[in-house]
């Protein structure tokens, strides 16, 4: 079943967008997501995955509402998003709820534990005012944080312990989809498998459906079921994760696979290198985005934009293929 | 081959008097750098990878002290030199590359000119030499239309641009050591393989040595020659590289490998460390990695920190595991 549907979403964010630009026609745009289109069935991980800056989190905030999309549809359980009433939406945010990357901005550090996680129960009414301690025991029971520091502020954990008041809070409004933006990435390694493992199990134990936003392949690998690589807004390529990670198709896809550092004991001569940089996303070039830095691009790259079609069970967007 | 060891540090201890109590972040470290060699130093936050990185070239501001120790450069103790003697070594012997390119860049002037003057200050040149040896270092690394770049600064090039610029000036006065502090950290996957090929092969070709400072050991694993790893402040085991990526013998060690998810196995769910590492404000006696560690006995509460030898070139401060390798060898003998 279809849980989420985002139908050629695209985000443009404004840089320049004074009186004096509009008028002289100078107002420029950050092509963030540039018409990218996905379903997430119930109970699976999809990731996101791409360098900085190719839209990944654009994405997932767009689909939680913190951004109005520029153009195109989300749809929840097969219900358009920008067709729902004022008290659908409010209802939409507790069945749809985030993890932050940064564990020490995302918690109020002049809140306590207990009042980090009450404000979204008592603002949804979850539980009745006697069950609340109780359900906020149980919840931090559950996330692996003592209940005895319930009355402690932000700064008097570690980061990974932070993260997991943070999952905590999410829990709190009984979601069934979450997106995860870079959830691990600020956390130590020995603390990352923790925090990977908790969020595989409390996908288990509450059947919950994970948006996985990510720049590191290998706890993509680990955790998702399918994987999108993205680049300059756009989706490359997007299957299955088995498929994808036994053969890359696409070119970028290829490179990036490259370029992760692999645990070894053999020096590695020669990187793959993919030269060049990023385009810039406020003037995007023409044809594949990637034309640039591609060493297989033909004439046609440099005119045509290629579109997702399907290769081997997955879909590609390349010309050559 | 023997090679010529170029930087020996002897027991280096670095402490930070803070309000709160004294840091002891580097905790009595010796290691040795061989010419041309590429040396790993691992570790979690807090480990104290930055604080060595910085005490070798006696970067230390108060509250932070050097306590003791010594650091041989070719012979000379950089800990006995006066400041004037330093500044020669700082910077045109031993340089050093930060992790933030944004930070390491002086924001007000030009790349040219952070570059001529890298080249003034050190090797004596007449300004127009040395503006034509920039546009040569800016070639080198990799910068296209490096004529015009110089006149640009450091706010109108992107990450992995800057970080390019800033292995340029480390090597403007070509040093014999470089310090490179996590130089890829903040740049993404495909700019990280850029740097890292574009400083491997620069290395090789000048036969320098580098101390590469970074969290990730699967990096590390790539590029390294040897690899120390360190645990609140203690190098816990060092050796050959193959040696401690195919048979870890701390259990630190050996967790650390655990934990990173790899690519082509297929895995349940990781294997990972209980718990945290100790404040660096109070640590505990005997070995600090006892809290967190399944196979600690009595004997770790009060052993000393020596190391014990697992196999040539690979050593290890645990003893139990050094126990279980002597079982094991006499087993098979």
Redesign the interface.
Same mark, same amino acid.
């Given at each position: 079943m279809k849980l989420l549907e985002v139908n050629n979403l695209k985000k443009h964010f404004s840089v320049n967008d004074s009186f004096l630009a509009n008028l002289l026609n100078k107002n420029s745009q950050v092509h963030a997501v540039n018409g990218v289109s996905f379903s997430i069935n119930k109970g699976e991980t999809l990731s996101l995955v791409g360098?900085?800056g190719c839209g990944k989190s654009t994405i997932g905030r767009t689909i939680l509402g913190l951004y109005e999309p520029t153009e195109g549809e989300i749809s929840y359980c097969g219900k358009k998003i920008s067709q729902m009433s004022k008290k659908e939406k409010f209802g939409l945010k507790e069945k749809m709820q985030m993890i932050f990357q940064d564990p020490f901005s995302s918690l109020n550090p002049r809140q306590k534990v207990k009042d980090i996680i009450q404000e979204p129960i008592r603002s949804h009414n979850i539980v009745s005012r006697e069950e609340e301690k109780d359900y906020i025991l149980n919840l931090l029971d559950k996330v692996g944080v003592d209940g005895s520091y319930l009355n402690r502020y932000p700064h008097q954990f =570690?980061g990974?312990q932070r993260q997991r008041i943070g999952i905590a809070r999410s829990l709190s409004m009984e979601p069934d989809f979450i997106v995860a933006d870079e959830p691990i990435s600020a956390l130590? %390694?020995? $603390?990352?498998?923790?925090i990977?493992?908790l969020l595989?199990d409390l996908q288990d134990e509450f059947d919950l459906t994970f948006l996985f936003i990510a @720049?590191d392949? +290998? %706890?993509v690998?680990?955790i998702s079921d399918r994987v999108a690589i993205m680049y300059l807004g756009k989706i490359f390529e997007i299957g299955d994760k088995k498929d994808i990670?036994a053969e890359p198709l696409h070119p970028y896809t290829k490179?990036?696979?490259? =370029?992760?550092? #692999?645990?070894? !004991? !053999?020096?590695?001569e020669?990187?793959? %290198? &993919?030269?060049g940089?990023v385009p810039d996303p406020i003037q995007l070039p023409q044809g594949c985005y990637f034309h640039s830095r591609c060493k297989y691009a033909e004439k046609i790259c440099l005119k045509k934009e290629p579109e997702l079609k399907e290769v081997n069970g997955r879909k590609v967007a390349c010309h050559q293929l | 081959m023997q090679r010529e060891k170029i930087l020996e540090v002897k027991n280096l201890k670095t402490f930070f008097n803070t309000k709160d109590g004294v840091v002891k972040a580097v905790n009595g470290v010796n290691f040795n750098l061989k010419k041309g060699e590429i040396l790993g130093i691992v570790g979690?936050?807090g480990a104290g990878k930055s604080v060595t990185g910085f005490s070798l070239l006696r970067l230390i501001d108060p509250p932070g002290e050097i306590l003791e120790g010594s650091i041989k450069f070719k012979g000379q103790d950089l800990m006995k030199m006066n400041e004037r003697d330093m500044i020669k070594i700082r910077g045109k012997k031993i340089s050093m590359i930060f992790q933030d390119p944004m930070a390491s860049l002086n924001p007000v002037l030009t790349i040219g000119q952070q570059l001529i003057e890298v080249l003034q200050f050190h090797l004596n040149y007449r300004r127009k030499k040395a503006k034509n040896r920039a546009v040569e270092l800016l070639n080198m690394v990799g910068i296209s239309s490096p004529g015009k770049r110089m006149k640009h600064y450091p706010n109108q090039l +992107?990450g992995?641009?800057r970080q390019r610029v800033v292995v340029a000036i480390a090597l403007a006065s070509d040093p014999e050591v470089i310090i490179a502090d996590e130089p890829t950290t903040a740049l *993404?996957?495909?700019? /990280?393989? /850029?740097i890292?090929?574009l400083m491997q092969n620069l290395i090789k070709d000048r036969q320098t040595s580098l101390i590469f400072i970074t @969290? *990730?050991?699967?990096?590390v694993? #790539?590029?390294? *020659?040897r690899i120390l790893v360190m645990y609140a402040g203690d190098i816990i085991e060092y050796g050959s590289?193959?040696s401690i990526?195919?048979n870890p013998a701390h259990p630190y060690t050996q967790? &650390?490998?655990n934990?990173?998810? %790899? &690519?082509d196995k297929n895995?349940k769910?990781?294997?990972? $460390?209980k718990g945290?590492m100790p404040s660096p404000l109070d640590l505990p006696a005997g070995c600090k990695f006892r809290s967190r560690c399944s196979k600690k006995t009595d004997y770790c509460k009060n052993r000393d920190n020596e190391f014990k030898k697992i196999s040539n070139n690979h050593y290890s401060t645990c003893s139990e595991a050094c126990q279980l390798k002597k079982e094991l060898i006499a087993g098979v003998g």
């Open positions: 360098e900085s =570690s990974g130590d %390694v020995s $603390i990352q498998a923790q990977l493992n595989m @720049h392949l +290998s %706890v690998k680990h990670f490179a990036l696979f490259n =370029s992760i550092p #692999e645990l070894t !004991t !053999t020096t590695k020669n990187f793959s %290198v &993919l030269s940089n | 979690e936050s +992107s992995g641009m *993404d996957v495909t700019i /990280q393989a /850029q890292i090929n @969290h *990730d050991l699967a990096l694993s #790539e590029i390294a *020659d590289k193959g990526i195919s967790g &650390l490998i934990s990173i998810p %790899v &690519l895995q769910r990781l294997k990972q $460390i945290l």
